[in-house]
């Protein structure tokens, strides 16, 4: 207790280095115990017992075994120098990676990287597009169909209407045929009271036998139209005129706006990117 108190004084004063020796083991083994006791530190090698140790609490203490402390510092140089030998070999490699990118990169273009980049990054842009504009598309193409039907109804009752028109004219002038013939087969007696039907008659005739020739062309132009459009000239169930006129009209509104919806997308695809366009970055020839 006397000696490991004296020795705990002269780390205490400042003392760099404190000698303990005897001809006894368990003398010193004592002795340096007690000092670690006092001096209550927690740093290996501070204090360190040379020889065997005889005192079983001392020889279990890793902070003064001087094999112990040997083997640990060993082991921490161990783990730098595995630590640098890692560390040179990822240099190594990425030594030989640099020099692999370098002997690549030797005939590399980078104007024709930018222009080949800037084609992929539009392809991407036209996916994009093009993948949005996909819904839009198929309600313009809906829309287009709508209006088309409406259309070929507008052409079938154009039609119906241009027949009945004719059918009236031949009426109204088969009215005036056979009054001119009634006025033909009358007594001169009753001629001579209306003197002027007979013209007015056969200037009504020559009216209709005009208007019946122009309404003729037209229905056969109507028919023609029909037929190109795809439209029944002659159809079994006449459409309604106000049904079909409306119907028309709220088709071409949709068309409208369905055009309206797409072109804003159409134009913000990319105009050079086209489908299967991208093309990877280009090296230059040597």
Known sequence: MVIATAISHLVDS???????????????????HETMRILRTDGDGQAIRVGNIGLPAL?????VRLDLLV???????RA???????????LARAGTNLAEAEQQLANFDPGAYQQAAARVDNRHRY??????????????????????????????????AAEDREAEIQRNLKGVNAALAARQESSL?????????????????????????????????AITAARQAGADPVPSVRPDAAQTLAAAERARRILAAAAAECA???NARPAHARPGGATSPRRRSA
Request: aromatic share 0%; proline share 3%; hydrophobic share 35%.
């Open 14 to 32: 400042g003392q760099q280095r404190v000698l303990l020796v005897s001809n006894n083991n368990v003398a010193v083994d004592n002795a340096l």
């Open 59 to 63: 020889a279990a203490d890793r902070r």
């Open 71 to 77: 083997e640990a510092r060993q082991a921490r140089q």
């Open 80 to 90: 730098q120098v595995d630590g640098l030998a890692g560390q040179l070999e990822e």
């Open 127 to 160: 996916d994009e597009v093009t993948e949005a504009l996909g819904p839009a598309e198929a309600g313009l193409g809906r829309a287009r169909a709508e209006t088309r039907v409406c259309e070929q109804q507008l052409l079938s009752l154009t039609c119906c």
């Open 189 to 221: 007696m009753a001629r001579s009271r209306r003197p002027g039907l007979k013209s007015k008659l056969t200037a009504n005739r020559i009216s209709l036998e005009n208007e019946l020739a122009s309404a003729g062309a037209d229905r056969r132009k």
């Open 264 to 266: 804003p997308r159409k």
